[in-house]
């Protein structure tokens, strides 16, 4: 079975700082990834996702991340923050045998001034 | 485009009382369904799936239930509510490939 890790529950980052979310999955083989954002009471938005090819995948609002496989990792970053990117960051894993995906719990993001 | 649809966006409903939560998706034909829960501060739960009209795959025993009466219509239902069932109630719609999941802007269920 497929499931993921995001060891940060919560990040605290100044604004204008950079930002990297981690994100660790296990799954057997070649497994699509996806990082998604959540603003307060609103739904989940695609910021980006992996299927194959080139392992640094650019996404919305100047975020990337990049697949290691060797580390089973699929890191989000980005070079400066707005005070806009506070919210809830989930990273999810799927594959091409499961309609289904499986979440990580989530790294609420806090931006100071 | 795609858009998905829920409603109503915000419920309040006594313990006991029945539900219904409407999901619609348009843009897209033969779309996979899926119903989650988000608890405060808690990750998402996928609670049911459907990968067609009248497939409904349950992924955690409790007192709601979901239908997929046509192929862009996903409910979510239960006939006595609980004071656990709060929680912010997510619809989501994937392709048939990749399995990347669009979610709609949520149900906030209160009960009482």
């Known amino acids: 079975a497929q499931s993921v890790t995001q060891p940060d529950i919560h990040i605290t980052v100044s604004e204008g700082a950079s930002l990297e979310l981690r994100c660790n999955y296990s799954?057997?083989?070649?497994?699509?990834l996806f990082w998604y954002v959540q603003s307060p009471g609103q739904g989940l938005q695609l910021l980006l996702k992996y299927f194959s090819g080139d392992t640094l995948v650019q996404g919305i609002k100047g975020f990337e991340a990049e697949f290691k496989r060797s580390q089973s990792s699929f890191n989000l970053r980005k070079p400066s923050v707005h005070w806009s990117d506070a919210a809830e960051y989930f990273c999810a894993v799927g594959s091409a045998s499961d309609y289904k995906l499986s979440f990580g719990a989530g790294t609420t993001v806090t931006v100071r001034a | 485009s795609q858009t998905i649809h829920q409603w109503p966006a915000t419920l309040v409903q006594p313990v006991g009382s029945p539900l219904s939560l409407e999901c619609t998706v348009e843009g897209t034909s033969n779309p996979n369904l899926y119903w989650y829960r988000q608890a405060a501060g808690r990750g998402l739960q996928l609670l049911f799936y459907?990968?067609?009209?009248?497939?409904i795959s349950s992924e955690v025993p409790q007192n709601l239930s979901a239908s997929r009466p046509q192929d862009r219509q996903f409910i979510l239902s239960s006939k006595k509510l609980l004071l656990s069932d709060s929680g912010f109630y997510l619809c989501a719609w994937s392709g048939q490939l990749h399995n990347e999941q669009f979610f709609g802007p949520g149900t906030r269920l209160t009960v009482l």
């Open positions: 799954y057997g083989a070649t497994p699509y």
């Open positions: 459907s990968v067609g009209i009248g497939q």
